[in-house]
């Protein structure tokens, strides 16, 4: 059954500051409530999937289901071919427990040594229904490594990530100018197209 998103409160199935804020700021112009995962008190579910898909959707039904309402969940990483795509969906793992980037970029640059340093940022969301209905949506946007990390805006690899067309770094990037063009817009673009006109094609995938 398909379903149509007419505004009202949707969970941001998250526990990333960053993350949420970038969401809700995507959200903004859809008369879109965005309440965090961590406001609202629910667990992070394990992520055992892997795939970027399966632990976006695992971490979206979690939320649905708790709330019962509908969920975004986003599951994105730093994909970088000279690595055999690592750190991919363990890029938050790569930080540590304490969610240290610093450390998780030192470790790409440190592997990386002289190789190609040709990157990508992908993100995969899914929108959850608590009556167990999906949506999936996937962006990616292809750049560089730089090293040392440049900028104090985004988060995570976001100061080591040269976007193509483009002579600075996510860090260093405005917001704005950051949340047009980067992975999870590319994403968030194909939601709205399927889930917030009026012929909402969520469901019919």
Known sequence: MAHKFAG???VIASHNPGKVTEIAALLAPYSVEAL??????????EETGDTFEVNAALKAHAA????????????????VPALGGAPGIYSARWAGPARDFSLAMTRVHRELGGKDRRAAFVSVLALAWPDGDEAMFRGEVEGRLTWPPRGDNGFGYDPIF??????ITFGEMAPEEKYRLDHRARAFAKLVEACFRSECLCGDR
């Open 8 to 10: 009202g409160k949707l």
């Open 36 to 45: 965090g995962a961590a406001g609202l008190g629910l667990p992070e579910p």
């Open 64 to 79: 649905a289901a708790a709330t019962r309402l509908p969920a975004l969940a986003d599951d994105s990483g730093l994909v």
């Open 162 to 167: 040269v976007p193509d067309g483009h002579s």
